[in-house]
């Protein structure tokens, strides 16, 4: 399968239809002489590109809008602006960020435009109670919108244990809840005001990930099935889909659930390891209305194996009659 996207590095697609057109918002992977670490500081995005095709299949021409925004936009970011997705809501379109704050930790921004292929225009602060990675929005039939965020390790999510507003930096790095029987940390969730700019409500919450056997919260030391970073949610036939990546595993799996904020059954994996170290998607139906639905997710291979120089490529994945996600067609009874 050939990347999406040749002309820069690319990852973390996150992929949306506007305007009967697919706009595809991925982190910009670039060149550095930072040594890899389990911290993810050779991760050293800079700006984000934003780019758009007409057609998935075949795989049409990819339009590059350009550089939507960069690091020295934004008032409050120090570096290292990581995975991004949109929105669009009355009019405007929502760029969402994170980035590390003048302190090192990471917040997570939004950036306001007039149109999907941007640019964005940053508020000058961060959204306020928001911390972490891997910002995920979904705007439900009703109109309410939600931000899923969170990332283990690097994304410092487990630095938030005694809570939302409560930094602990003994955590800081490779590190994450374990032993028997302590759960796994969740990503988080909250409701956005209708301006798309802030939390509806006072304190996030946890996305609960069940496993189906017992009807619990997954283990902690369940890293095949636990929660590590790149939260997704899509609806379909009325069911919200939690995705996400395992992290230390690699593998993308799913979750399905009765509302966004869930809770969510672990359904089983998207896509199994692929070529590097992280794995990060997004799932869109395209056409729209037509029950075709794709997952863009990346891989290393244009860089033979290079972890921080990766590219998007993009699948068809397929529903059974139950509702489980297939990567290939699965046979009709």
Not at 224 to 250: C, I, L, P, Q, V
Request: hydrophobic share 30%.
């Amino acid at each position: 399968m050939a990347p999406l996207i040749t002309n820069i590095y690319t990852a973390d697609p996150s992929a949306h239809v506007f305007n009967g057109r697919v706009y595809i918002y991925p982190s910009h992977d670039r060149e550095t002489d930072i040594q890899f670490n389990d911290n993810g500081d050779q991760y050293d995005m800079a700006d984000y590109h934003v780019f758009s095709t007409s057609s998935l299949d075949p795989q049409g021409p990819v339009t590059d809008h350009g550089v939507v925004l960069k690091t020295e936009d934004i008032p409050w970011v120090s570096k290292q602006l990581w995975a991004p997705d949109a929105a669009y809501k009355d009019g405007k379109y929502y760029l969402y960020f994170p980035a590390r704050d003048k302190e090192g930790i990471f917040r997570i921004g939004v950036a306001v435009g007039d149109k999907p292929e941007g640019p964005f225009t940053p508020q000058p602060e961060p959204i306020k109670a928001s911390y972490s990675i891997d910002p995920a929005t979904f705007v439900d039939e009703d109109g309410e919108a939600y931000l899923y965020f969170g990332g283990l390790w690097g994304g410092q999510l487990q630095c938030y244990q005694k809570g939302h507003n409560q930094y602990d930096a003994s955590w800081q790095g490779p590190k994450e809840p374990t032993g028997k029987g302590v759960k796994s940390l969740g990503a988080r969730v909250g409701r956005l005001t209708q301006d798309m700019l802030e939390f509806a409500e006072e304190g996030v919450r946890h996305v609960v990930i069940l496993a189906p056997e017992t009807g619990e919260p997954l283990d902690a030391d369940d890293h095949e099935r636990r929660f590590f970073e790149a939260a997704w949610m899509h609806k379909r036939n009325g069911k919200y889909y939690f995705s996400y990546s395992t992290g230390d595993t690699h593998f993308l799996c799913y979750a399905v659930g009765d509302s966004p904020y869930g809770p969510f059954t672990y359904g089983g994996r998207i896509l199994e390891p692929v070529l590097g170290w992280t794995t990060h998607h997004s799932i869109v139906e395209f056409p729209e209305k037509t029950d075709r639905w794709w997952l863009f997710h990346h891989d290393c291979e244009l860089s033979k194996g290079v972890d921080h120089l990766r590219s998007v490529k993009v699948k068809e994945i397929f529903f059974d009659e139950e509702g489980k996600i297939h990567g290939e067609k699965p046979a009709s009874k």
